[in-house]
């Protein structure tokens, strides 16, 4: 979905507000895809702020269905989108630097909002998914949900620091 900026960006105090709904219905993040299982529509607003810039500020939820880091079980996580932030007019871009590089969603005075919302979406990602802040994981050995119950699994980590007294007391061993 395109947006054109022209009017926002040329007359000053002018004020724009775009409404729409995310057409994605998944995410691909580190060649992994997390398919949409929720998302509200949106609204954008455009205020004129000066020669050539405009303020924009909005917000979304989306939801995506995701695995916990620790135990696998499904999960799903809602993103709070906020957006609040300078758009420039072509010919404004020139004279700030590294503006072109944050303005790659703008293609002339068109605003592309599918791919503002996508490097939002990926800059907003959550590092770790927990199905429980307190969740356990899995055993390391057998794969059982720690969460349900315990293993019996030998769980015993011996301190690598002393591996070499436990070659020598190895090494005098008689058989």
Do not use: H
Request: hydrophobic share 40%; glycine share 8%; proline share 5%.
């Amino acid at each position: 979905m395109y947006v054109n900026l022209t009017d926002v960006l040329t007359k000053e105090g002018k004020t724009v507000t775009v409404q729409a709904e995310l057409e994605a219905d998944q995410a691909v993040i580190g060649g992994e895809v997390f398919p949409v299982t929720d998302k509200s529509p949106f609204e954008l607003t455009f205020a004129n702020i000066g020669k050539g810039r405009a303020r924009m500020s909005g917000s979304m939820e989306i939801t995506f269905a995701m695995s916990c880091n620790r135990c696998l079980k499904p999960v799903d996580k809602t993103l709070c989108l906020r957006f609040d932030q300078e758009v420039f007019a072509p010919d404004v871009v020139m004279d700030i630097p590294d503006a072109e590089d944050e303005q790659g969603f703008m293609d002339g005075y068109q605003m592309d909002v599918e791919d503002f919302l996508s490097n939002e979406i990926v800059i907003n990602w959550p590092m770790k998914v927990l199905c429980k802040p307190d969740c356990l994981g899995i055993c390391r050995q057998c794969g059982t949900d720690l969460n349900t119950g315990t293993c019996g699994c030998d769980t015993f980590v011996p301190d690598p620091r002393m591996a070499a007294i436990k070659d020598i007391f190895n090494g005098n061993k008689e058989v």
